[in-house]
């Protein structure tokens, strides 16, 4: 069907540009609507963040859809009779993969009852870890678990509350933004140390990891480079990456800081669900949690998710397509792609990246459109976290991929974006902007409201 | 009752152009009608299940009352026979319909596997009983077992997903956990006699009678939400191609996804028994029966004795020969899963050349591919639906 389309697009194409120039009245030609090449798919419903990447092998088909079944099912304590299931905690943000990445996007960051739950605070305290990381909390780790099973606290409940920021566009339309304040009570296991660091951080759609993956390093890197005439350079995080004993690129995560994808589902499987795997073998209770310490494992016996479990996630993590484009041929919406470039965001939302070799036919040397460059950006102090993360100070954000972002109320019903959900939608993400991202910013603000608008609609056709 | 006011409607609206109307073919059978009929008969089944789970609630207090081992036995078969009508309605689900709508997320609440076990009461692992685990066993943490106490308890870790409650946790109470290779849980009698060998059999009969009384309670909104006056039911008949689009993408993605992939297909793949719904009981095999049951008859309009409207009148109009097809494959499907020798735990295990697994993976050929035309099904009418991956 994709190659359908696009055939009939060429054509399109071909003729609409017949003129040759590039004056006002003739029509831009479309857009390429595959975003991740192969690996795109056409799904533009509520299920659209769902869908696998084309031609699967048969053992890859079934390796996704085993790995789907294990990312949406919820882990119970245990022991259980679901022996592969078992051993949630003790300490967990949630049961299940799906929770925070409902239907394989991003949930809200409040549940139904108002409180925090598709969000995550990471903790640390001043220095580094032995590995170049972040320094744990000695009590608490390094994440705030708020849930435990049955009998065992939580490790404190997060707050949050929202001061409004009024603000104008330049052509004096008002706006607003909410500015969170987080807090932390009810701390079970004492006070954390002096100097606690929090980081608050939703869970991002888990579309076209694989193609990000298959980005060869030397392509990341080339877009390295000292500050242009905006203050805009982009730096690499260099992480630890524990399968491999080493510090290398990082590439996932809002810092950038999770080398690849399968060490990226280790550490939420342990962190988040409390489910140990081959690559974290040991729970994370501190040594001061005595009952966290004596619950009951669900490990079988070495560690609780089994390999081949373990690599069918990690698999189902790679073989998420990405939404085809849409809109392709909307003269608003490409004008916005136009103003998205000229207004200096695609100096860090890079439209157009490659991979390269890949055990995936529809991941291996693609051209693809995530809307990133995988590297840091200082994004200013109103964003800032103020918590180290390997190379990326607390001023530093991975500049997160748009792919998929314009589906976002529509799998999701909700439109909250940046690293702790605090935009209510597009033009307030754009509006937090500062550091690196000030002049783009600046020049959305200023811009006519015709142009603001076609620029709205470019990001919603992604 | 079942008037046709747009008998000759059809013919324009569904041919598109393409096919005229033969003239051998009896009155035509109007969208409308296909779309009444599914929610009549879908609220008769919602019904039925309320009324099967109020039986089965008498046949608890009898055997709290006396609980012996032929007590157990009874309340048990009783179990089994009280899912009978709700397995008929599961292809009525992934539309966001009142089962699925979250909150309140009556289907997890109903129904979510697997069940987190050590919540509830003691549990084994690696031959090692622990038997101060659970609720039941732990009144310091909930002194006494109501459904707002459990409610609440579930409150305080800020899940919406509910896995102590509803169908399978009832099972776990009445058989237990199912330690063995292969068959159903043994869980004694002894269990509910006070002053019997086992721990706080009067908290254990508390925490059966809630979780009783919860499934009750959420199927009975699950039913009231399709009774004929009900906003939502009002609103499924007004918007019929949408709704047509919705009972579409139930059956294919109920026969496809869930049924196939996530039902039998993990199993299949894990090889691990406890990877079936009704694994305490071990008769998963007959719950699959039902589902594929339910699904042909929602497809041609039957509930019980009744037959109506179908959607096999809408799709025979269109295009007789995949109307047919559709009809065969999902017969297919009915008997492949009846051919896997049971119980289903033997059959997932061996290799892929065992009569088991060749008859699962044939299970699984066939919903994946009843999925697949309920899709094509579903574009001769003029309506579009997503399977899975829509395009490969």
Known sequence: MIRRASSILILIAASACSGGGASTSDPLPPADLKSGGLATTLDDTSQAYRNSIRALSEDQASQFSFGHSLFNRAWVTAPATTDNLDGLGPLFNARACATCHAKDGRSAPFNASGELLGMLFRLSVPGTADNGGPNPDPVYGDQLRPLGILGIPGDGTPHVTYEELPGNYADGTAFSLQKPSYSIDGWNYGEPSEGLMISPRTGPSVIGLGLLEAVPEEEILANVHPPDADGVHGVPNYVWDAERQATVLGRFGWKANQPSTLQQTAGAFVGDIGITSALFRHETCTPSMIACNRAISGADPDFELSDQAFHAVGFYMRALAVPARRAVTDQVALQGELLFTKFGCASCHKSTLHTGPSDAEALANQTIHPYTDLLLHDMGPELADDRPDFQATGRQWRTPPLWGLGLLAKVNQHSFMLHDARARGFAEAILWHGGEGTNARENFRSAAASERDALLKFLESL | ?392
């Not at chain 2, 609980?67 to 026979?81: F, H, M, N, Q």
């Not at chain 2, 039913?223 to 499924?236: E, I, N, Q």
């Open chain 2, 1 to 392: 009752m079942r008037v046709n006011a747009r008998k000759f409607l059809p013919c324009v609206v569904l041919a598109g152009g393409l096919l005229g109307c033969s003239s051998d073919e009896t009155a035509a059978v109007s969208r409308d009608a296909v779309v009444k009929n599914y929610s009549a008969n879908l609220y008769a089944a919602y019904a039925d299940s309320v009324d099967d789970e109020v039986a089965f609630q008498t046949d608890v207090e009898a055997f709290l009352a006396a609980p012996t081992e032929k007590s157990l036995k009874t309340v048990r078969d009783s179990w089994l026979a009280s899912r009978a009508h709700y397995m008929l309605t599961e292809g009525a689900r992934f539309y966001d319909g009142p089962i699925d709508v979250d909150p309140p997320n009556h289907e997890g609440l109903l129904n979510a596997w697997p069940l987190d076990e050590a919540f509830i009461d003691y549990a084994s692992k690696d031959g090692v009983l622990h038997e101060d685990v659970g609720i039941i066993n732990m009144p310091d943490v909930l002194p006494e077992i109501t459904a707002e106490g459990l409610d609440a308890l579930n409150g305080t870790d800020g899940e919406p997903e509910n896995v102590s409650a509803g169908y399978h946790a009832v099972e776990f109470l009445l058989w237990g956990q199912a330690l063995n290779a292969s068959g159903p849980g043994e869980r004694p009698a002894t269990d509910y006699v006070i002053g019997g060998p086992s721990k706080n059999p009067d908290r254990r009969a508390d925490y059966l009678k809630v979780a009783v009384e919860g499934i009750i309670l959420h199927l009975t909104e699950v039913r009231d939400a399709w009774k004929p006056t009900a906003s939502y039911r009002v609103g499924f008949e007004k918007n019929t191609d949408e709704s047509l689009t919705h009972i579409f993408t139930g059956l294919a993605k109920f026969s496809k996804g869930e049924l196939g992939s996530e039902r039998i297909g993990a199993a299949y793949e894990s090889k691990n028994r406890h990877d079936q719904h009704n694994c305490f009981s071990s008769q998963t095999l007959l719950d699959y029966e039902r589902d594929a049951r339910g699904i042909l008859a929602m497809y041609t309009g039957n509930y019980g004795e009744h037959d109506g409207p179908g959607l096999d009148d809408l799709v025979k109009a269109a295009d007789p020969a995949l109307d047919a097809d559709l009809k065969k494959k999902l017969q297919a499907s009915i008997d492949a899963i009846i051919a896997i020798p049971a119980p289903f735990e033997d059959a997932i295990a061996g290799d892929d050349d065992s009569a088991g697994r060749k008859a699962i993976q044939a299970a699984l050929n066939a919903l994946s591919a009843q999925g697949d035309t309920f899709g094509k099904a579903a574009a001769a009418i003029g309506l579009t639906i997503t399977v899975d991956d829509p395009e490969e």
